[in-house]
Nanobody, 119 residues
Framework: QVHLVESGGGLVQPGGSLRVSCVAS????????MGWYRQAPGKQREWVAS???????VYADSVKGRFTISRDNTGNTGYLQMNSLKPEDTAVYYC?????????????WGQGTQVTVSS
């Protein structure tokens, strides 16, 4: 069984920084892609950033230049470093990953972590 657990959310002032983490655990062969989505109140969930196993990273235009996605050496832990935060970045941030196990590859989601940008 595979689990994704996010942590690191919280309250930060506009212009501040925050880093959220995502740990994949269980019977994992390989984390192919790890990414982040977010959902603000009353809005649809939107894609934020993704990181592939080859090291390719892509970002939504709304966060490009401010957010950085990365993974540790094992590839099972991912991070989203968020700088120059704006009130419109306030949302629940969800980690998602395409993970290979003995049963094949499929997508998994974490439970989300709240990020609030407010003075």
């Amino acid at each position: 069984q595979v689990h994704l657990v996010e942590s690191g959310g919280g309250l930060v002032q506009p212009g501040g920084s925050l880093r959220v983490s995502c740990v994949a655990s269980g019977s994992i062969f390989r984390v192919n892609v790890m990414g982040w989505y977010r959902q603000a109140p009353g809005k649809q969930r939107e894609w934020v950033a993704s990181s592939t196993i080859t090291g390719t990273t892509v970002y939504a235009d709304s966060v490009k230049g401010r957010f950085t996605i990365s993974r540790d050496n094992t590839g099972n832990t991912g991070y989203l470093q968020m700088n120059s935060l704006k009130p419109e970045d306030t949302a629940v941030y969800y980690c998602t990953a395409n993970i290979a196990t003995h049963e094949g590859s499929r997508d998994y989601w974490g439970q989300g972590t709240q990020v609030t940008v407010s003075s």
